[in-house]
């Protein structure tokens, strides 16, 4: 019933997902031949993807909060633009450094507006039935990904780097008919200590205001919270970094063609879109709750890295690839549901926890991303054993807890 009560927010989200939220999934192939061209080292390259995460990290706390007193349909309309914005203007950049502003500053700031927009809309709408409609979501970005992995592939066979960015970046702004399937009144409840006593007195709603701002660092006194904030962005970091790397691997170490590495990238993301649908079947009837789902998704990805290392051949490594797919699938699938399961009983603090969570992620992005680039410089053996050993230790960690 959930689909038919609000099927436009569903679509919307979609939308966005396809055209707009999985640049980042095709970074590496779009940017293979402009890198190439600079001769750039594997930490320039990882610099500036973490760049553009811990941008759309800290952006994502801005938009976090203020979707409090700011419409949710003109944050998704400004973020779609700034991403459109930042693709076309990287078609005319020929340094570093000026990708790092276009790209990694500007598409990162409306990927930041974008990401709470999207999940704050289904959050905030789906009081029931918010797995099967975010499931549905993401499956948007694993399609995304599929369609611009084949789109990016053809364009660049035919031309540069320059015009095939600059129709990535046309494409994009399609997400923006998505936003407009937003609702557009305030849908994030504003806490309790918010709402002033005598509407009329401005003094008592700034003391309000700032009462309720304070509230939100409160959350910070929660262990268990901090935990979770921490795993959560230890393992998003690790998925980036992979996600980066693997086709390079699949290339240099191990020596498949090009027509090999696209089948393998297809399967991965079929089966992963494959999870996206069906993750929900795992809590609606196994009753696994979200954070026991991610957590079989990190290991599953975990131990599926580590097998990468003694795999060889197409067969082997395309069979592997389903496998990450699958397990990436769960894992991405359940990762901000944590926050809404976490909060269930109080969902005027979702916002304030999902900023939290962006402010966790682009540390973590900054600090822990461009030491995954440097590691990387001792091979793919020692990269991907690294990257398990973490995502262990989070299953770890969070069993204790």
Known sequence: MFLW??????????????????????????????????QSTPVE????????????????????????SVSIRVIAVIGTICISLGLILTSFVSTWSAV???????????????????????????????NKAHGIGMAGIVVGDIVLQQLVGILLTHYEFDTTILVV???????IFGAFLLKSEHQVPPLPEERPLISSDEEKQTNSRNEGFLNDFHMLEDKNFLILLVGMSC????????????????????QLNEIQIAACM???????????????????????????????????????????????????????????????GIAMGNYLLILAEYFRSSPEKLPSAFSFSKI??????????????????????????????????IFIVWIAD
């Not at 927010?9 to 590496?28: E, H, P, T």
């Not at 970046?169 to 997400?175: R, W, Y």
């Not at 970094?241 to 699949?250: E, K, N, R, S, T």
């Not at 709750?289 to 580590?306: D, E, T, W």
């Open 5 to 38: 009560a609000n099927s436009e927010i569903v679509i919307g989200v979609v939308i966005i997902n396809i055209f707009s939220r999985c640049i980042n999934g095709v970074f590496g192939l779009l940017f293979k031949p402009f890198f190439k061209q600079l």
């Open 45 to 68: 390259v990882m610099l500036i993807l973490n760049i553009c995460t811990a941008i759309y990290n800290f952006t994502a706390i801005i938009s976090g909060f203020t979707m409090k």
């Open 100 to 130: 790092v502003f276009s790209y990694s500053v500007i598409v990162g700031v409306g990927l930041g507006l974008l990401s709470p927009a999207v999940f704050l809309s289904l959050a905030t709408t789906f009081k029931s039935g918010l």
């Open 169 to 175: 970046g046309v494409v994009s702004l399609t997400g």
């Open 235 to 254: 393992g998003m970091t690790i998925a980036v970094d992979f996600a980066v790397q693997f086709p390079f691997y699949l290339k240099d170490s191990a």
């Open 266 to 328: 297809s399967l991965q993301a079929g089966s992963e879109l494959v999870a996206e649908l069906t993750f929900y079947l795992y809590i609606d009837y196994l009753k696994f709750s979200n954070k026991k789902c991610y957590l079989i998704g990190v290991v599953g990805s975990a131990f599926a890295r580590l097998f990468l290392i003694y795999f060889e051949g197409f067969h082997s490594l395309a069979a592997l690839s389903i496998i990450l797919g699958y397990f990436k």
């Open 360 to 393: 966790t992620c682009g540390i973590f992005s900054l600090s822990f991303g461009p030491l995954l680039g440097w590691i990387h410089g001792g091979g793919y053996t020692l990269t991907f054993c690294v990257q398990s050993f973490f995502a262990l230790l």
